[in-house]
């Protein structure tokens, strides 16, 4: 069964850095692009980082140069640095993996909350 487990969320104040990290207990690993989503009640999901199969990444408007997504096939992580936190970063972060394969193989995780408060 395949599974994605975030880790990493915790209680920081604003300013502080905090890293998530998503492990997929997936094979070809290095064939999914995974993305980092967060979360609010009453908000709709916000994509906040994706890297593909290449390292290529992209990032929400809202990151402004704070966060870093970055993967390690070897380890099957993908890991995002985050950084000069805001209150408004609070979230429950979930990573996304998905392939190319026609369906495309998709899979959530269950999620890591993020606090961001003084």
């Known amino acids: 069964q395949v599974r994605l487990v975030e880790s990493g969320g915790g209680l920081v104040h604003p300013g502080g850095s905090l890293r998530l990290s998503c492990v997929a207990s997936v094979s070809a690993f290095s064939s999914y692009a995974v993305g980092w989503y967060r979360q609010t009640p009453g908000k709709q999901r916000e994509q906040v980082a994706v890297i593909n199969t290449r390292s290529i990444t992209n990032y929400g408007d809202f990151v402004r140069g704070r966060f870093t997504i970055s993967r390690d096939n070897s380890k099957n992580t993908v890991y995002l640095q985050m950084t000069n936190l805001e209150p408004e970063d609070t979230a429950v972060y979930s990573c996304?993996?998905?392939?190319?394969?026609?369906?495309?193989?998709?899979?959530w995780g269950l999620g890591t909350q993020v606090t961001v408060s003084s």
């Open positions: 996304n993996a998905h392939n190319m394969k026609i369906p495309p193989n998709d899979y």
